[in-house]
């Protein structure tokens, strides 16, 4: 299924609903990127970020390495926008940003952004 502009975070917010393990690969991450957690109640969370060429806020790093069961690390040429769960996956064009995502508000987002949601297990 096609997943676009608010959708994208709906999407992330209700994948993200109780999974137990959720491997996220997202290059750039916004003040307030941590929210997408917010109903977060899993055991593992793996997050890849890319640290080095900065389109990350650092202040996010520390709320995120905060979140129950999560191990955050980092790959200098990441450029992935991937979640990944046991049951679904997002693959798609957004970073985890107001640009990618609207965080702070839908009339702030600045860029349209298209994903894939998958339910196939292969």
């Known amino acids: 299924m096609l997943i676009h502009d608010r959708k994208y975070l709906d999407t992330l917010h209700e994948l993200l609903r109780g999974v137990q ?3 996220v690969a997202v290059a750039f991450w916004g003040a307030g ?28 790093i520390p709320k995120l390495q905060a979140i129950q069961g999560a191990q955050v690390r980092h790959l200098d040429n990441l450029h992935a ?16 940003s107001t640009n990618g995502l609207g965080l702070e508000a839908s009339e702030v987002a600045g860029f349209s952004e298209l994903g894939i949601l998958s339910t196939d297990a292969g």
Not at 44 to 54: M, T, W
């Open 33 to 60: 990127g941590e929210s997408v957690f917010k109903q977060w109640r899993g055991e593992s969370l793996r997050i890849i970020c890319n640290l080095r060429l900065g389109g990350t806020n650092p202040a996010v």
């Open 21 to 23: 393990k959720a491997s």
């Open 81 to 96: 926008k991937l979640v990944l769960t046991e049951r679904q996956m997002v693959l798609g064009s957004a970073n985890i």
